[in-house]
């Protein structure tokens, strides 16, 4: 992301309560990422076979706190102090801090479905960073913003397009910079959408999706388990079958543990 700065600072004044302690809480974990390790990225960090595959569900909320060093820590909190400041003083600091996670988690899910198959780790507050670019944009539209590489002069909604413009020809282009350009582009549309609904979720259609698919889930897993209990059964019809024609005591051992095995397990379907 490039450097700029602003030329207009909008209402000034000190920062807004939200931003600093996403800050705080940001440099926090960053410093705890510094001592824990690489074990840290894989739990936390947002890696989409994983959330699939073994429902690590909290990655899409945790991956936002995470970053892959200094620079990126750093362009990322002073994108989040620049812009999302004035956005704060807006809002207030509850709808901002709303805004902010669920663009983040949102950009989270959005590349999750498009890399369901990723195993590499993805980090960092970007998402939810370009999701405070656009609502800048669109409530300071003609700001006028300083952009110190290349050091020129352009309106927030200029800038922002630019910046979207680049992140689209990364993301269809299937760039292998080891940046998530579709997180990005997630965490805008969703911050977008986000706006569009006056900043209030669907709940109630939320809801009723969570439902149809926890249920979805939970009819899946009941044919699988019952067609492990049919395959056992037939099994067993054929041990006993051969235990007919030779005599129990003719059986294996292995036969006969199974069939022990698969009698306790037959009796608590029952």
Known sequence: MNYYRRVQFGMGGAMPDTVKKLLIANVAVFVLQMF??????????????????????????????????????????????????????????????????????????????????????????????????????????????????????????????????????????????????VAHLGGALVGYLYMKQGLQLPLSDLKKQWNQWNQRRKQKSMWKHQAELDRLRRIVDDILDKANDVGIENLSKEEQDLLKKASKILKKEE
């Open 36 to 181: 824990v390790g690489h074990e840290m990225i894989f739990y936390f960090g947002l890696v989409p076979r994983l959330i699939w595959k073994n429902y690590y569900f909290w990655q899409w909320f945790s991956y936002m706190f995470l970053h892959g060093g200094f620079f990126h820590i750093a362009m990322n909190m002073y994108v989040l102090w620049m812009f999302g400041s004035d956005i704060e003083r807006m809002w207030g600091s509850k709808a901002f801090l709303q805004y902010y996670l669920i663009s983040g988690v949102g950009a989270g899910i959005f590349y999750s479905a498009v890399s369901y198959h990723s195993q590499i780790p993805t980090i960092g507050a970007s998402g939810a960073v370009y999701a405070i670019l656009v609502a800048f944009a669109v409530l300071f539209p003609r700001r006028q913003i300083m952009m110190i590489f290349p050091p020129i002069v352009m309106q927030a909604r200029t800038m922002v397009m630019i910046f979207l413009g680049i992140e689209l020809f990364y993301g269809i282009s299937g760039s292998s910079d080891g940046v998530a350009h």
